[in-house]
């Protein structure tokens, strides 16, 4: 017992106290998330729309995702992280009391775009807050510390949101709002006047050694990121089709569903940070990477060929290690091929990646579903994950030769 808390203490040693509030922000905000998890569920359930309705919806949410993340970029490099960071979180918290009022669809729709914009401006000046806060030594740590406060906040989120959820739908937008805006509260009164750490070399030698380049000129770091997005539209459907399958094909409550969404924030909150002291330095980013996308296509093929509530629980534990092997390691290749003054950009077109799959992969995973069934979206999921997987092999290792 000793020995473990020796290693909790070693691989969580070392980081700076404002990469500590950064993820404390982070897991207030991530314990609201009940909509997203619940969302498919609550669009067909309580408002009674189609699988077709529900792929439209789920694919706006995707590109209010993605104007947001180029938004959020775009804005973090001209004004800062801090005010990115706070409007998202105050504007977008109080947009979720705006929803409770729109059951129409076209209304939802607009609404669910714009709630996706706000709320999305985060993630990009997020990870540059992290990477700007954090010792140069620990970005990798500091990045899977702030996932680890994102997950364990989704391990109670989905978890409270299925009790919330049985007693009414409204529960999960009233409960995402205030964790938004207590979020945006705590982060505004520690961080108004904090600054980060500095860089890891002199500004003057950092624009010999890193090209003061557009990421969207960076053509290997863009194939990066369209990997990225392969790997994600695959990933992504466990937040938006499986909540479905758990619900029409093995006939699961609110409460189960919440309680398997849940099981996925517990594992990785437990064990990311351990996985990354122990290994993230002992071998070269593309294996960590790849392995993962193995990992997340063997979950999605062991649903298909057994049956069984072990099946998903097992399917779910698979894709949470795929999740710890390959998200801190594309966060530390995309801060490594960045610089200071270009960083924001680098985070908002990684970020692009995760929300173009909000739009493609609801939409061609409910479409999939309403012509073809849930297995045929196993199987092509699968398959996607493969091929992104030797896309990675490629271009991740001459990434990190350039």
């Not at 954090?134 to 996932?147: C, D, I, W």
């Amino acid at each position: 017992m000793k020995r473990i808390l020796s290693l909790y203490g070693n691989a969580f040693g070392g980081l700076s106290k404002e990469a500590w509030l950064l993820a404390a922000v982070m897991f207030i905000n991530r314990s609201g998330a009940m909509v997203v998890p619940f969302l498919s569920v609550y669009l067909t359930e309580a408002l009674g729309f189609s699988l077709q309705q529900v792929g439209v919806l789920l694919s706006l949410f995707g590109a209010g995702s993605m104007c947001g993340t180029f938004l959020g970029g775009w804005l973090t490099d001209k004004i800062g992280h801090f005010k990115v960071q706070f409007f998202s979180l105050v504007l977008g918290g109080s947009w979720f009391f705006v929803m409770l009022l729109l059951e129409r669809f076209a209304l939802f729709a607009g609404g669910i775009f714009l709630l996706s914009l706000l709320t999305e401006c985060l993630r990009p000046a997020n990870a540059s807050s992290v990477s700007s806060y954090a010792r140069p030594e620990n970005v990798t740590r500091a990045f899977s510390l702030n996932r680890m406060a994102i997950n364990l906040g989704f391990s109670i989120g989905p978890a409270l949101g299925g009790v919330l959820a049985t007693v009414s739908y409204q529960f999960l937008f009233m409960a995402d709002g205030v964790t938004c805006l207590t979020a945006g509260a705590l982060f505004f009164f520690y961080f108004r006047h904090k600054q980060g750490h500095a860089p890891a070399v002199p500004a003057a030698a950092e624009k010999t050694t890193v090209p003061t380049r557009s990421p969207y000129q960076d053509w290997l770091f863009v194939g990066f990121a369209v990997l990225c997005c392969f790997y994600a539209v695959a990933f992504f459907q466990f937040f938006s089709t499986m909540p479905l399958y758990y619900r029409q094909v093995y006939r699961l409550s609110e409460l189960q569903i919440g309680g398997l969404l849940a099981f996925n924030g517990f594992l990785v909150f437990l064990l990311e940070m351990i996985i990354v002291y122990l290994i993230g330095d002992k071998h070269a980013l593309w294996k960590m990477i790849v392995a993962g996308l193995l990992l997340l296509a063997l979950a999605f093929v062991i649903i298909n060929l057994a049956q069984g509530f072990w099946v998903l629980a097992v399917s779910v534990l698979l894709m949470s290690l795929s999740e710890m092997l390959a998200m801190p390691f594309m966060s530390t290749l995309t801060v490594q091929r960045s610089g200071t003054h270009n960083r924001g950009s680098y985070m908002a077109l990684y970020s692009l990646s995760y929300s173009a799959a909000h739009i493609i992969g609801p939409y061609v995973g409910t479409t999939t579903i309403a012509h073809l069934g849930f297995d045929t979206l196993w199987w092509g999921a699968s398959v996607l994950c493969l091929v992104a997987a030797l896309g990675f092999y490629v271009v991740v290792k001459r990434l990190s030769a350039a």
